[in-house]
Protein backbone atom coordinates (compact mmCIF):
# COMPACT_ATOMS: atom_id res chain seq x y z
CA UNK A 1 0.00 0.00 0.00
CA UNK A 2 1.12 3.47 -0.91
CA UNK A 3 2.04 5.75 2.21
CA UNK A 4 1.57 9.31 2.89
CA UNK A 5 2.25 11.32 -0.25
CA UNK A 6 3.31 15.19 -0.51
CA UNK A 7 3.61 17.73 -3.47
CA UNK A 8 5.55 19.09 -4.52
CA UNK A 9 9.14 18.19 -3.21
CA UNK A 10 10.91 21.24 -2.82
CA UNK A 11 9.65 24.85 -3.41
CA UNK A 12 11.52 28.02 -3.44
CA UNK A 13 9.41 31.08 -2.66
CA UNK A 14 9.54 35.22 -2.18
CA UNK A 15 8.55 36.90 0.93
CA UNK A 16 5.22 38.26 0.35
CA UNK A 17 4.19 35.58 -1.55
CA UNK A 18 1.72 32.49 -0.82
CA UNK A 19 1.82 28.69 -1.39
CA UNK A 20 0.31 25.54 -1.26
CA UNK A 21 1.05 22.00 -0.01
CA UNK A 22 -0.56 19.06 -0.76
CA UNK A 23 -1.50 16.03 1.09
CA UNK A 24 -2.52 12.51 0.30
CA UNK A 25 -3.00 10.27 3.40
CA UNK A 26 -2.74 6.17 3.79
CA UNK A 27 -5.33 4.69 1.93
CA UNK A 28 -8.50 4.43 5.06
CA UNK A 29 -6.98 6.99 7.67
CA UNK A 30 -9.53 10.29 7.71
CA UNK A 31 -6.93 12.36 10.06
CA UNK A 32 -4.67 14.23 8.57
CA UNK A 33 -1.96 16.49 11.08
CA UNK A 34 0.48 19.10 9.53
CA UNK A 35 3.69 19.54 11.13
CA UNK A 36 6.61 21.90 10.47
CA UNK A 37 10.16 21.21 11.19
CA UNK A 38 13.09 23.91 11.07
CA UNK A 39 16.32 22.69 10.45
CA UNK A 40 17.91 20.89 14.41
CA UNK A 41 14.52 20.72 15.64
CA UNK A 42 11.83 18.20 15.81
CA UNK A 43 8.18 18.56 14.32
CA UNK A 44 5.74 21.43 15.84
CA UNK A 45 2.31 20.68 15.44
CA UNK A 46 0.33 23.02 13.10
CA UNK A 47 -3.09 21.93 12.47
CA UNK A 48 -5.12 18.44 12.94
CA UNK A 49 -7.88 17.40 10.76
CA UNK A 50 -10.57 14.99 10.99
CA UNK A 51 -13.43 14.35 8.77
CA UNK A 52 -12.71 17.75 6.86
CA UNK A 53 -13.09 19.79 10.39
CA UNK A 54 -10.36 20.87 11.95
CA UNK A 55 -9.58 19.13 15.61
CA UNK A 56 -6.60 21.06 16.85
CA UNK A 57 -4.49 23.91 16.21
CA UNK A 58 -0.90 24.73 17.10
CA UNK A 59 0.94 27.93 18.29
CA UNK A 60 0.93 29.14 14.50
CA UNK A 61 -0.12 32.91 13.10
CA UNK A 62 -2.82 33.22 11.20
CA UNK A 63 -1.09 33.54 7.52
CA UNK A 64 -1.29 29.68 8.03
CA UNK A 65 -4.35 27.80 7.10
CA UNK A 66 -5.24 24.22 5.88
CA UNK A 67 -8.76 21.74 4.75
CA UNK A 68 -9.35 18.79 4.06
CA UNK A 69 -11.44 17.33 1.11
CA UNK A 70 -14.19 14.74 1.07
CA UNK A 71 -11.10 12.22 -0.07
CA UNK A 72 -9.63 12.56 3.58
CA UNK A 73 -6.43 14.60 1.08
CA UNK A 74 -5.28 18.19 2.50
CA UNK A 75 -4.06 21.36 1.78
CA UNK A 76 -1.76 23.74 3.94
CA UNK A 77 -1.83 26.96 3.00
CA UNK A 78 0.56 29.73 3.92
CA UNK A 79 0.24 33.63 3.30
CA UNK A 80 2.46 36.72 3.22
CA UNK A 81 5.41 34.46 3.32
CA UNK A 82 8.61 35.31 5.92
CA UNK A 83 11.90 34.00 5.75
CA UNK A 84 11.11 32.13 8.66
CA UNK A 85 8.65 30.30 7.26
CA UNK A 86 11.24 28.04 5.30
CA UNK A 87 11.45 24.54 7.00
CA UNK A 88 10.10 21.08 6.28
CA UNK A 89 6.47 20.77 5.93
CA UNK A 90 5.62 17.00 7.05
CA UNK A 91 2.40 15.79 6.88
CA UNK A 92 1.00 12.71 8.83
CA UNK A 93 -1.97 10.22 8.42
CA UNK A 94 -3.60 8.14 11.00
CA UNK A 95 -6.76 6.52 11.08
CA UNK A 96 -8.51 9.13 13.07
CA UNK A 97 -11.49 9.69 15.95
CA UNK A 98 -9.65 12.08 16.69
CA UNK A 99 -6.43 10.20 18.52
CA UNK A 100 -2.80 11.75 17.75
CA UNK A 101 -1.88 7.96 18.18
CA UNK A 102 0.38 6.13 15.60
CA UNK A 103 0.76 8.85 12.71
CA UNK A 104 2.90 7.90 9.81
CA UNK A 105 4.20 10.89 8.25
CA UNK A 106 4.98 11.33 4.44
CA UNK A 107 8.57 12.64 3.29
CA UNK A 108 7.77 16.48 3.24
CA UNK A 109 8.26 19.45 1.24
CA UNK A 110 10.92 21.41 1.68
CA UNK A 111 10.40 25.16 1.58
CA UNK A 112 12.70 27.89 1.30
CA UNK A 113 11.82 31.55 1.21
CA UNK A 114 14.13 34.02 -0.26
CA UNK B 1 5.12 25.71 24.69
CA UNK B 2 5.28 22.13 26.15
CA UNK B 3 8.76 20.64 26.11
CA UNK B 4 10.57 17.29 25.93
CA UNK B 5 13.79 16.95 26.63
CA UNK B 6 15.82 14.49 24.81
CA UNK B 7 19.18 13.22 25.66
CA UNK B 8 21.47 12.33 24.40
CA UNK B 9 21.65 15.31 21.78
CA UNK B 10 24.20 13.16 19.65
CA UNK B 11 26.24 9.77 20.13
CA UNK B 12 29.08 8.44 18.32
CA UNK B 13 29.79 4.63 18.46
CA UNK B 14 31.22 1.80 16.98
CA UNK B 15 29.04 -0.55 15.08
CA UNK B 16 28.18 -3.73 17.54
CA UNK B 17 27.49 -1.66 20.42
CA UNK B 18 24.18 -0.96 22.70
CA UNK B 19 23.12 2.13 22.39
CA UNK B 20 20.14 4.10 24.98
CA UNK B 21 18.82 7.15 24.53
CA UNK B 22 15.81 9.08 26.78
CA UNK B 23 13.10 11.76 26.96
CA UNK B 24 11.85 13.35 29.90
CA UNK B 25 9.33 15.96 30.52
CA UNK B 26 7.79 17.89 33.96
CA UNK B 27 4.34 16.96 32.00
CA UNK B 28 2.24 13.71 32.15
CA UNK B 29 1.87 11.95 28.61
CA UNK B 30 -0.69 9.24 27.65
CA UNK B 31 1.06 7.93 24.86
CA UNK B 32 5.21 8.17 23.72
CA UNK B 33 6.27 6.96 20.21
CA UNK B 34 9.32 7.11 19.23
CA UNK B 35 10.60 7.87 15.31
CA UNK B 36 13.96 7.85 13.23
CA UNK B 37 14.70 9.98 10.62
CA UNK B 38 16.68 10.02 7.72
CA UNK B 39 18.21 13.25 5.67
CA UNK B 40 15.72 14.45 3.86
CA UNK B 41 12.72 12.14 4.59
CA UNK B 42 9.93 12.37 7.20
CA UNK B 43 10.05 10.27 10.43
CA UNK B 44 9.58 6.79 10.34
CA UNK B 45 7.67 5.02 13.38
CA UNK B 46 9.96 2.37 15.00
CA UNK B 47 7.59 2.17 18.65
CA UNK B 48 4.33 3.11 19.74
CA UNK B 49 3.73 3.03 23.91
CA UNK B 50 0.73 3.03 25.28
CA UNK B 51 0.80 2.66 28.95
CA UNK B 52 3.03 3.00 31.64
CA UNK B 53 5.50 0.54 32.66
CA UNK B 54 4.79 -0.80 29.25
CA UNK B 55 7.85 -2.34 27.62
CA UNK B 56 7.90 -2.85 24.06
CA UNK B 57 10.18 -4.55 21.18
CA UNK B 58 10.76 -4.18 17.83
CA UNK B 59 13.89 -6.66 16.53
CA UNK B 60 16.59 -4.95 18.06
CA UNK B 61 15.21 -2.01 19.68
CA UNK B 62 13.61 -1.69 22.83
CA UNK B 63 11.15 1.37 24.29
CA UNK B 64 9.73 1.51 27.92
CA UNK B 65 6.85 4.07 29.37
CA UNK B 66 7.69 5.31 32.39
CA UNK B 67 6.09 4.67 35.64
CA UNK B 68 5.54 8.06 36.36
CA UNK B 69 4.34 8.77 32.47
CA UNK B 70 6.80 11.76 32.24
CA UNK B 71 9.58 9.84 30.27
CA UNK B 72 10.65 7.20 27.97
CA UNK B 73 13.72 5.46 26.83
CA UNK B 74 15.11 3.73 23.69
CA UNK B 75 16.98 0.88 23.57
CA UNK B 76 18.97 -0.28 20.20
CA UNK B 77 21.07 -3.23 20.61
CA UNK B 78 24.13 -4.31 18.15
CA UNK B 79 23.78 -1.20 15.74
CA UNK B 80 24.47 -1.54 12.66
CA UNK B 81 25.62 0.97 10.15
CA UNK B 82 21.90 1.94 8.74
CA UNK B 83 20.92 2.31 12.47
CA UNK B 84 22.64 6.10 11.39
CA UNK B 85 20.11 8.86 11.55
CA UNK B 86 18.19 11.16 14.46
CA UNK B 87 15.59 9.21 16.84
CA UNK B 88 12.83 11.31 18.13
CA UNK B 89 10.57 11.08 21.01
CA UNK B 90 7.12 11.98 20.94
CA UNK B 91 4.42 12.13 23.45
CA UNK B 92 0.45 13.07 23.45
CA UNK B 93 -0.45 15.10 26.53
CA UNK B 94 -3.93 14.27 28.27
CA UNK B 95 -6.98 16.51 26.50
CA UNK B 96 -4.38 17.27 23.66
CA UNK B 97 -5.13 14.22 21.72
CA UNK B 98 -4.62 15.54 18.48
CA UNK B 99 -1.20 16.65 18.42
CA UNK B 100 2.32 15.26 19.07
CA UNK B 101 4.92 17.07 21.02
CA UNK B 102 8.09 16.44 19.90
CA UNK B 103 11.69 16.34 21.40
CA UNK B 104 14.72 17.80 19.66
CA UNK B 105 16.15 14.49 18.35
CA UNK B 106 19.44 12.20 19.01
CA UNK B 107 21.90 12.33 16.26
CA UNK B 108 23.44 8.83 16.12
CA UNK B 109 26.51 8.46 14.30
CA UNK B 110 27.63 4.62 14.22
CA UNK B 111 31.32 3.60 12.70
CA UNK B 112 31.78 0.85 10.89
Redo the contacts between chains.
Keep these: DAGVTQSPTHLIKTRGQQVTLRCSPISGHKSVSWYQQVLGQGPQFIFQYYEKEERGRGNFPDRFSARQFPNYSSELNVNALLLGDSALYLCASSLGGGSAREQYFGPGTRLTVT | ?QQ?N?SPQSMFIQEGEDVSMNCTSSSIFN?W?W?KQDP??????LI?L?KAGELTSNGRLTAQFGITRKDSFLNISASIPSDVGIY?C?G?LPG??????????TLLTVNP
Design positions: GLQTLYGEGPVLAYFAQSNYKLTFGKG
